[in-house]
């Protein structure tokens, strides 16, 4: 039922036409240990969203993805109380106590005409962005939850990559989405796009 209602909700989010996920915006840490080993290391997956259905099914999915990757991924709610897990400095020292290496996050930004999206990359090197403490106090609050009127616009998604051992943004990228046909198909979607981004900057092994 959960993941039923999820798929509902995604289809809300995202617009009319195929499957497809395409980023228009990366950045990755110039000093990030190239490619990353991240065999058997414990990565925590956040959707931020308020929808707690789409969120717990958006994130076991995440964590799946990661697993069959070779990553020991986690569904962050089972980590994260979101009732009162916004408080960034608690939700770090908790996330490192239990041995989680990263953390991967998704925060649906917004909607928008394509012509409307000039994507950037400055936002990722300073400010919120540039550490998991940082960021957690400020997706919270800025996460977009869609309404019901998805007539020729766009959804955008941020994509970050965080080191919880050392508090620090590793890679991030912003892309834009076309409906699913099921929830599985867009996380395996942006998941593979994302995993090929990487790839390209050398931060993950081809």
């Known amino acids: 039922m959960r993941l039923k209602l999820a798929v509902v909700m995604w289809a809300a989010l995202l617009v009319t036409g195929c499957n497809q996920t395409k980023f228009v915006s990366t950045w990755t840490e110039p000093d990030a240990k190239k490619p990353l080993d991240m065999s058997g290391k414990k990565v925590a997956t956040f959707m931020l969203t308020h929808k707690k259905n789409l969120r717990e099914a958006t994130e076991d999915l995440l964590a799946t993805v990661l697993q069959e990757r070779g990553t020991n991924g986690i569904a962050g709610y089972t980590l994260v109380n979101e009732d009162g897990g916004l408080d960034s400095t608690q939700v770090l020292s908790d996330l490192r106590g239990k041995g989680i290496d990263g953390a991967l996050i998704l925060r649906p930004v917004g909607k928008m005409k394509e012509s409307d999206l000039v994507p950037g990359q400055v ?53 834009r989405s076309t409906p699913p046909a099921d929830l599985e198909g867009f996380v395996r979607d942006l998941t593979g796009a994302a995993a090929k981004e990487m790839q390209k900057s050398g931060l993950l092994a081809k």
Do not use: R
């Open 123 to 175: 936002w990722y090197t300073g400010g919120y962005y540039s550490t998991f403490s940082g960021y957690w106090g400020y997706g919270w609050p800025a996460a977009y939850d869609p309404g019901s009127d998805v007539t020729n616009t766009l959804y955008v998604v941020e994509t970050l990559v965080y080191s919880v051992t050392d508090d620090k943004l590793i890679w991030s990228g912003l892309s």
